[in-house]
T-cell receptor, first 111, second 112 residues
Framework: NAGVTQTPKFRILKIGQSMTLQCTQD?????MYWYRQDPGMGLKLIYY???????DKGEVPNGYNVSRSTTEDFPLRLELAAPSQTSVYFC??????????FGPGTRLTVL | EDQVTQSPEALRLQEGESSSLNCSYTVSGLRGLFWYRQDPGKGPEFLFTLYSAGEEKEKERLKATLTKKESFLHITAPKPEDSATYLC?????????????FGKGTKLTVNP
């Protein structure tokens, strides 16, 4: 049981490039989330999904897009990367009203 | 707006020196309060969920308690391996939202 997995672990992007952060969970959770964590700022919710085909914006969605075609996968797309998107990104999943379980994170640097 | 404030921001303890971390919250009806542990370079690891005032949960040297306005994470006789950042989060009962609102965390360092 791997839980929540994320790829890649690290990535450096140039300004204006695009990339997709991958997230997969094997706990059959309907709810999935993307957060970013900046030093001293805590975890901020970017997007979340309550099931396949359903997504909604969180607190800081600008510059990001998501899709949810299966229960297991919830990729996060960055279009036109900017230095302000330098951060650590965490994916999480949960059952309804349950605790969220987090992946190991992706450390992204935009130069 | 739902808010979570954790204090102190950082805490240094000697091994065996017990202490408490505080999580104060304002939420439009509390469904659950969650504690996580986060080690450097890793994702948050779930510790406890508390649902109602007066509830307590324990795990090894950690005990979490809940009142109507705050939660405490008590650490008894800590060891260096308890060094980590501890995060608190709340989930509101109203609005049909499963989202969590996180505090900024308390960085705990336990010196041998």
């Amino acid at each position: 049981n791997a839980g929540v997995t994320q790829t890649p672990k690290f990535r450096i992007l140039k300004i204006g490039q695009s990339m997709t952060l991958q997230c997969t969970q094997d706990m059959n959770h309907n709810y999935m989330y993307w957060y970013r964590q900046d030093p001293g700022m805590g975890l901020k919710l970017i997007y979340y999904s309550v099931g396949a085909g359903i997504t909604d914006k969180g607190e800081v969605p600008n510059g990001y897009n998501v899709s949810r075609s299966t229960t297991e996968d919830f990729p996060l797309r960055l279009e036109l990367a900017a230095p302000s998107q330098t951060s650590v990104y965490f994916c999480a999943s949960s059952s309804r009203w349950g605790a969220q379980f987090f992946g190991p994170g992706t450390r992204l640097t935009v130069l | 707006e739902d808010q979570v404030t954790q204090s102190p921001e950082a805490l240094r303890l000697q091994e065996g020196e017990s202490s408490s971390l505080n999580c104060s919250y304002t939420v439009s009806g509390l469904r659950g309060l969650f504690w996580y542990r986060q080690d450097p370079g890793k994702g948050p690891e779930f510790l406890f969920t508390l649902y109602s005032a007066g509830e307590e949960k324990e795990k090894e040297r950690l005990k979490a308690t809940l009142t109507k306005k705050e939660s405490f994470l008590h650490i008894t006789a800590p060891k260096p391996e308890d060094s980590a950042t501890y995060l608190c989060a709340v989930q509101a009962a109203q609005g049909g939202s499963e989202k969590l609102v996180f505090g900024k965390g308390t960085k705990l360092t336990v010196n041998p």
